[in-house]
């Protein structure tokens, strides 16, 4: 188990019992106290046999001890600083509650062996519900965490009443009381002893111990030795390097190189000079664009073509505020972030593998992540605040949902999640030369070929995603040239319960008159690309509604293997608008009986399981569907346009771009490409 949690224990023993209880215990089991107290991963059996010695000692019940321990640690995360991250979780007890499994999920990102337990909560007319779930059945610790939360972070105190109780589930009746005391002494998050990262690993260590299935937890990847922060050292600050904080606590090695310079790359950046002499010309490129012919513009495209490391832009969630990464995402931020991009016809330079295999060099060399188009709106919602909470920052969630796609991608193609910074995107801030009109303007008339030279998109869907026009246009782009499996929806910390009803409805009342756009003159150009592929307006907004749901819903099926009302009132949206067949077919997804299953088997990587199980349902259920309705919407020689380009454009795209799926993706990718064939 992690060294903090030996910290954390010691506190709680030495405020409840005193010092010399806890030098007793020790003695008893012979341990060194300055060994246990290092903040480094320590066999189970130590910590276990450390807290019995504790207990023994002090003739405590392990239930009542359990119950106060899980309300000591939130004391002390709550003191550390972490008060904020945690009222992040959600504006009230009930919907901070709501919102645990979806931590959970994405603690499961990173820890894909760990088991966390399941919270399902309901509500009956005044009454309100939660049952808690775990293989290794720790109810007393839950308890004494879930009901310290509302008293800390909201003034409420809850009584928690076992109504039932069977051999790895209890459900218990909540009553809201006042609170009697004043919450505990928050802290400043800039003089915090531990960092969250710290807390993080906690968390995951508590779940492999306590909650895992009868297998094996041997120090792995995911097994880290962090050292407490050195005086001085401020955790909060934006000029915080991240690859010095990774080297201090993590043994994941990067392929890439992240200190490469970037300067030079200057001489081989393109120029507008270097683009009229490669294309003959000496007009204003904006009007020369206007008379080429499609090869002229994806040759012109290809050249143009540019991606940026997923390491360059994202942040996984606990580095959120320690890194100046997240800045990037900030809409007033008017550098020039070119430079941070590099031509998609160069390799990206590898790491020294000192000390790794040559199968582990031999595959960072020959399989590389597919290149994904990111699609987002800039400005947040208007009720953003209102809705995540006054100190939520629109830029450092969508860093940290760029960060989790990422993760998932460099499982399924390179094998490993840790590898996720050598993932590759497209994203308009930094693979277009925002500081030149002319060379601006050529590039945004270029996007769809720059969608058509991706292999895929990733969506920052908020719910006022489809509110804008130039969302919805690379969303008309994408679907028909490319795939709907090949669409990937990111909304792990922005669909909650506090806004399921906000995306339900901008499903429901979607419609391209409605949708806003900041420059007229784009409005009308929009509309008439949109026309000319689906013929009318109704078309698309039906294709739109179609494929927003059923992608969604298998975005929020590994969620639901966790929280059956995820996809409940999807399928009724989709009753409701008359789609039929839709609804059907999404009531085939049985996502909790595949993380069910996966628990049965013992797998090792859980979140794999069910993407796999996730991607066959999508496949068997979901593209039949959605290929007809393409079929429908689409105008017939739009698709036979669109034959043809795709051969034109796998003929351009290099060798070395070529993305081979690896051993680890190779069966789920079997299965997709069998049940869903390309039907363009």
Same mark, same amino acid.
């Not at 401020?234 to 890439?256: A, F, G, K």
């Given at each position: 188990?992690?060294?903090?949690?030996?910290?954390?224990?010691?506190?709680?023993?030495v405020?409840?019992?005193?010092?010399?209880?806890?030098?007793?215990?020790?003695?008893?089991?012979?341990?060194?106290e300055?060994?246990?107290?290092?903040?480094?991963?320590?066999?189970?059996?130590?910590?276990?046999?450390?807290?019995?010695?504790?207990?023994?000692?002090?003739?405590?019940?392990?239930?009542?001890?359990?119950?106060?321990?899980?309300?000591?640690?939130?004391?002390?995360?709550?003191?550390?600083?972490?008060?904020?991250?945690?009222q992040?979780?959600?504006?009230?007890?009930?919907?901070?509650?709501?919102?645990?499994?979806?931590m959970?999920?994405?603690?499961?990102?990173?820890?894909?062996?760990?088991?966390?337990?399941?919270?399902?909560?309901?509500?009956?007319g005044?009454s309100?519900?939660?049952?808690?779930?775990?293989?290794?059945?720790?109810?007393?610790?839950?308890k004494?965490?879930?009901?310290?939360?509302?008293?800390?972070?909201?003034?409420?105190?809850?009584e928690?009443?076992?109504?039932?109780?069977?051999?790895?589930?209890?459900?218990?009746?909540?009553?809201?009381?006042?609170?009697q005391?004043?919450?505990?002494?928050?802290?400043?998050?800039?003089?915090?002893?531990?960092s969250?990262?710290?807390?993080?690993k906690?968390?995951?260590s508590?779940?492999?111990t306590?909650?895992?299935?009868?297998?094996?937890?041997?120090?792995?990847?995911?097994?880290?030795?962090?050292?407490?922060?050195?005086?001085?050292?401020?955790?909060?600050?934006?000029?915080?390097?991240?690859?010095?904080?990774r080297?201090?606590?993590?043994?994941?090695?990067?392929?890439?190189?992240?200190?490469?310079?970037?300067?030079?790359?200057?001489?081989?950046?393109?120029?507008?000079?270097?683009?009229?002499?490669?294309?003959?010309?000496?007009?204003?490129?904006?009007?020369?664009?206007?008379?080429?012919?499609?090869?002229?513009?994806?040759?012109l495209?290809?050249?143009?073509?540019?991606?940026?490391?997923?390491?360059?832009?994202?942040?996984?969630?606990?580095?959120?505020?320690?890194?100046?990464y997240?800045?990037?995402?900030d809409?007033?931020?008017r550098?020039?972030?070119?430079?941070?991009?590099?031509?998609?016809?160069?390799?990206?330079?590898?790491?020294?593998?000192?000390g790794?295999?040559?199968?582990?060099?031999?595959?960072?060399i020959?399989?590389r992540?597919?290149?994904?188009?990111?699609?987002?709106?800039?400005?947040s919602?208007?009720?953003?605040?209102?809705?995540?909470?006054?100190?939520?920052?629109?830029?450092?969630?969508?860093?940290?949902?760029?960060?989790?796609?990422?993760?998932?991608?460099?499982?399924?193609?390179?094998?490993?999640?840790?590898?996720?910074?050598?993932?590759?995107?497209?994203?308009?801030?930094?693979?277009?030369?925002?500081?030149?009109?002319?060379?601006?303007? =050529?590039?945004? %008339?270029? /996007?769809? &070929?720059f969608?058509?030279? +991706?292999?895929?998109?990733?969506?920052i #869907?908020?719910? @006022?995603?489809?509110?804008?026009?130039?969302?919805?246009?690379?969303w008309?782009?994408f679907?028909?040239f490319?795939?709907?499996?090949?669409?990937?929806?990111?909304?792990?910390?922005?669909?909650?319960?506090?806004?399921?009803?906000r995306?339900?409805?901008?499903?429901?009342?979607?419609?391209?008159?409605?949708?806003?756009c900041?420059?007229?003159?784009?409005?009308? =150009?929009?509309? %008439?690309? /949109?026309? &000319?592929?689906?013929?009318? +307006?109704?078309?698309?907004?039906?294709? #739109?509604?179609? @494929?927003?749901?059923?992608?969604?819903?298998?975005?929020?099926?590994?969620?639901?293997?966790?929280?059956?009302?995820?996809?409940?009132?999807?399928?009724?949206?989709?009753?409701?608008?008359?789609?039929?067949?839709?609804?059907?077919g999404?009531?085939?997804?049985?996502?909790?009986?595949?993380?069910?299953?996966?628990?049965?088997?013992?797998?090792?990587?859980?979140?794999?399981?069910?993407?796999?199980?996730?991607?066959t349902?999508?496949?068997?259920h979901?593209?039949?569907?959605?290929?007809?309705?393409?079929?429908?919407?689409?105008?017939?020689?739009?698709?036979?346009?669109?034959?043809?380009?795709?051969?034109?454009?796998?003929?351009?795209?290099?060798?070395?771009?070529?993305?081979?799926?690896?051993?680890?993706?190779?069966?789920?990718?079997?299965v997709?490409?069998?049940l869903?064939?390309?039907?363009?």
């Amino acid at each position: 188990m992690h060294g903090l949690i030996h910290v954390v224990w010691k506190e709680f023993i030495v405020h409840q019992y005193g010092h010399r209880l806890w030098d007793q215990a020790l003695h008893a089991e012979a341990l060194d106290e300055s060994l246990i107290l290092q903040l480094k991963q320590h066999e189970d059996e130590m910590t276990l046999g450390m807290m019995r010695a504790c207990l023994s000692a002090a003739a405590a019940n392990l239930e009542d001890c359990l119950e106060a321990f899980g309300a000591f640690f939130v004391r002390f995360a709550v003191r550390q600083g972490w008060h904020q991250w945690l009222q992040g979780m959600g504006n009230s007890w009930q919907e901070f509650i709501q919102n645990l499994n979806d931590m959970h999920h994405v603690l499961e990102r990173d820890f894909r062996s760990a088991r966390f337990p399941v919270f399902k909560s309901r509500q009956a007319g005044t009454s309100f519900y939660l049952t808690y779930s775990s293989s290794r059945f720790f109810p007393s610790l839950a308890k004494g965490i879930v009901t310290e939360i509302s008293d800390a972070l909201f003034d409420v105190h809850l009584e928690l009443t076992e109504i039932s109780r069977e051999k790895t589930e209890v459900t218990w009746k909540v009553t809201e009381r006042p609170s009697q005391r004043c919450s505990p002494d928050a802290g400043k998050a800039e003089f915090s002893s531990w960092s969250f990262f710290d807390f993080h690993k906690v968390m995951a260590s508590l779940c492999k111990t306590f909650d895992c299935c009868e297998q094996d937890c041997k120090p792995s990847a995911e097994v880290v030795t962090a050292d407490n922060c050195s005086e001085g050292t401020n955790m909060e600050s934006p000029e915080t390097d991240r690859d010095e904080m990774r080297n201090q606590y993590s043994t994941s090695v990067s392929t890439i190189s992240m200190d490469d310079s970037l300067a030079s790359q200057g001489e081989s950046l393109p120029t507008l000079e270097k683009i009229r002499a490669k294309f003959g010309t000496e007009e204003h490129l904006l009007m020369w664009l206007g008379g080429q012919s499609p090869d002229t513009r994806l040759e012109l495209a290809r050249t143009l073509h540019r991606e940026v490391r997923a390491g360059r832009v994202a942040s996984s969630w606990y580095e959120i505020g320690i890194t100046q990464y997240s800045s990037f995402w900030d809409p007033e931020r008017r550098d020039d972030f070119y430079h941070w991009s590099e031509s998609c016809q160069e390799e990206a330079p590898l790491q020294n593998h000192q000390g790794h295999s040559i199968m582990m060099y031999f595959q960072a060399i020959t399989h590389r992540a597919p290149l994904r188009f990111v699609s987002h709106a800039w400005g947040s919602p208007q009720d953003w605040h209102e809705v995540m909470g006054k100190k939520c920052k629109y830029e450092d969630v969508k860093a940290a949902e760029l960060c989790i796609a990422a993760k998932d991608i460099a499982a399924e193609y390179l094998q490993d999640a840790n590898r996720w910074e050598e993932v590759r995107f497209w994203i308009d801030k930094c693979c277009i030369r925002q500081n030149e009109p002319e060379f601006m303007a =050529v590039s945004i %008339q270029l /996007i769809e &070929e720059f969608i058509q030279l +991706c292999d895929g998109m990733v969506v920052i #869907l908020t719910w @006022s995603y489809l509110q804008r026009l130039w969302c919805v246009y690379e969303w008309a782009c994408f679907l028909v040239f490319h795939e709907p499996h090949d669409l990937v929806i990111c909304a792990e910390s922005l669909y909650r319960a506090g806004t399921e009803e906000r995306f339900l409805e901008s499903v429901r009342h979607f419609s391209v008159r409605s949708c806003q756009c900041s420059d007229p003159a784009d409005r009308s =150009v929009l509309r %008439q690309k /949109i026309s &000319e592929y689906y013929g009318c +307006c109704e078309n698309f907004e039906r294709f #739109l509604r179609v @494929s927003v749901i059923a992608i969604t819903v298998r975005c929020l099926a590994a969620r639901a293997a966790r929280n059956h009302l995820c996809i409940g009132k999807w399928i009724s949206l989709a009753e409701e608008l008359g789609l039929k067949e839709l609804a059907a077919g999404l009531q085939k997804a049985a996502p909790q009986a595949w993380r069910q299953q996966a628990m049965e088997e013992q797998v090792s990587d859980m979140q794999f399981y069910i993407k796999a199980q996730s991607d066959t349902w999508f496949a068997e259920h979901m593209f039949p569907i959605l290929a007809a309705e393409r079929r429908r919407a689409v105008q017939r020689h739009i698709f036979r346009t669109m034959i043809l380009r795709k051969e034109t454009v796998r003929r351009a795209l290099s060798d070395s771009n070529f993305k081979q799926p690896t051993l680890k993706a190779g069966r789920a990718l079997r299965v997709r490409h069998k049940l869903a064939p390309a039907t363009a």
